[in-house]
């Protein structure tokens, strides 16, 4: 999968943020790239101060995604900011061992995947509950 990201970076991150003109959280970044390539993805109205609702619906939805063993260009990459909870952050993996999340207090950006390796869930790409 090729997409284009470039004009995300630098982004600020907003709780609750889905318009990348005022600001994105992660599922908002994440919601932005999908609709880029035609997938329409379910909202989540979760302020990013909830960590354990955030794992608790990321977990239920589970099911509509599809575990890989391995990152590939375009994949969600689950995130475990929290200790204790199933997920509560996301990503997207661009490649080369890196991914691009929305961050506070950096905003949109990428990062290294070695840099965050500990709190990796998994990864995972759409299902067929995506369309």
């Given at each position: 999968m090729d997409f284009a990201y470039d004009d995300l970076i630098g982004i600020p991150f907003v709780d609750g943020?889905?318009?990348?003109?005022?600001?994105?959280?992660?599922?908002?970044?994440?919601?932005?790239?999908?609709r880029r390539q035609?997938?329409?993805?379910?909202?989540?109205?979760?302020?990013?101060?909830e960590a354990a609702d955030i794992a608790?619906?990321?977990?239920?939805?589970?099911?509509?995604?599809?575990?890989?063993?391995?990152?590939?260009v375009g994949c969600l990459v689950l995130l475990r900011l929290t200790p204790g909870l199933w997920a509560n952050h996301v990503g997207i993996y661009v490649g080369d061992g890196r991914f691009l999340?929305?961050?506070?207090?950096?905003?949109?950006?990428?990062?290294?995947?070695?840099?965050?390796?500990?709190r990796i869930v998994g990864y995972y790409s759409p299902g067929g509950g995506w369309h």
């Open positions: 943020g889905r318009d990348p003109k005022s600001g994105l959280d992660c599922w908002g970044l994440v919601k932005e790239v999908f035609g997938y329409k993805v379910p909202d989540y109205s979760i302020s990013a101060a608790g619906t990321m977990k239920k939805q589970e099911d509509d995604w599809i575990h890989l063993d391995e990152p590939r999340h929305a961050y506070l207090p950096t905003g949109v950006c990428i990062d290294r995947l070695r840099r965050w390796q500990s």
